[in-house]
C-alpha cells in the first residue's frame, strides 16, 4: 500500500528564516510526487509535480525536490503569506490515478 | 481559482438524511476525482470518474455513490448520513489522459458538511 509521511507536523519560522519540509514515501512504482498548499477552509493548491530522482522545480521562494525516498519543499526566506498547510502526495504507476496524501505540514511564518 | 467549481459551499443536515454535492469540471478535462478531507484522516481518495465512466474506486462508503454526467459534471451522493460522515468533500479533475502534467489534478474550493 502507498504510504506517505510528512514531517515535522508544524513549524513555525520568523520571516526570513529559510527552512525544508520533509515527505517520505513508499509506492510500488512513482508516476509523480505533487505538492500542494492548502489555506485554512480553502481547497488545495497546485504547487508542483515531480516525476524523477535528482528532478528540482521552484516557484518564486519555493523549490522542491526529489530522491528515490522522500522529497524536500524548500522555503527561502518565507515571508507571513506563505504561512499554509502544505500537503505532500504520490501518484502510482498503473491505472488507478489516485492522489495518496501525507497529512500535511502546517507552516506558521511570524513577521 | 483553479476553475473546478463545487456547490454548495455547507452543508447542514441531520442523521439519517441524504445530500447531493455537485461538481463541475475545469473546461477540457474528462477525470473527476472525489476526495473526503476530515481532521483525523487527512485527504481520502474516493472515486474517480473519466468521462462518464467509473475509473476506479478507494476506500468509499456502500452509502456513498456517485456519477458523471454527459456534461461532464459529477456528483456525489451521500445517504443514510452519519455525524461520522461530518468533513470537507472536495473534487478534483484532471485532462484524464496519462503522462506528464496532464495528470496533475486541480481541487474545487469544497463543500463542508456538517451532520448533526
Known amino acids: 500500500e502507498d504510504q506517505v509521511t510528512q514531517s515535522p507536523e508544524a513549524l513555525r519560522l520568523q520571516e526570513g528564516e529559510s527552512s525544508s519540509l520533509n515527505c517520505s514515501y513508499t509506492?510500488?512504482?512513482?508516476?509523480?510526487l505533487f505538492w500542494y498548499r492548502q489555506d485554512p477552509g480553502k481547497g488545495p493548491e497546485f504547487l508542483f509535480t515531480?516525476?524523477?530522482a535528482g528532478e528540482e522545480k521552484e516557484k518564486e521562494r519555493l523549490k522542491a525536490t526529489l530522491t528515490k525516498k522522500e522529497s524536500f519543499l524548500h522555503i527561502t526566506a518565507p515571508k507571513p503569506e506563505d504561512s499554509a498547510t502544505y500537503l505532500c502526495?504520490?501518484?502510482?504507476?498503473?491505472?488507478?490515478?489516485?492522489?495518496?496524501f501525507g497529512k500535511g505540514i502546517t507552516l506558521s511564518v511570524r513577521p | 481559482d483553479s476553475g473546478v467549481t463545487q456547490t454548495p459551499k455547507h452543508l447542514i443536515t441531520a442523521t439519517g438524511q441524504r445530500v447531493t454535492l455537485r461538481c463541475s469540471p475545469r473546461?477540457?478535462?474528462?477525470?473527476v476525482y472525489w476526495y473526503q478531507q476530515s481532521l483525523d484522516q487527512g485527504l481520502q481518495f474516493l472515486i474517480q470518474?473519466?468521462?462518464?465512466?467509473?475509473?476506479a474506486k478507494g476506500n468509499i462508503l456502500e452509502r456513498f455513490s456517485a456519477q458523471q454526467f454527459p456534461d461532464l459534471h459529477s456528483e456525489l451522493n451521500l445517504s443514510s448520513l452519519e455525524l461520522g460522515d461530518s468533513a470537507l468533500y472536495f473534487c478534483?479533475?484532471?485532462?484524464?489522459?496519462?503522462?506528464?502534467?496532464?495528470?496533475?489534478?486541480?481541487f474545487g474550493p469544497g463543500t463542508r458538511l456538517l451532520v448533526l
Open positions: 502526495a504520490v501518484q502510482a504507476t498503473g491505472a488507478n490515478s489516485k492522489l495518496t
Open positions: 473546461s477540457g478535462d474528462l477525470s
Open positions: 470518474y473519466y468521462n462518464g465512466e467509473e475509473r
Open positions: 509506492v510500488s512504482g512513482l508516476r509523480g
Open positions: 478534483a479533475s484532471s485532462d484524464g489522459r496519462t503522462g506528464g502534467e496532464r495528470e496533475t489534478q486541480y
Open positions: 515531480l516525476y524523477s
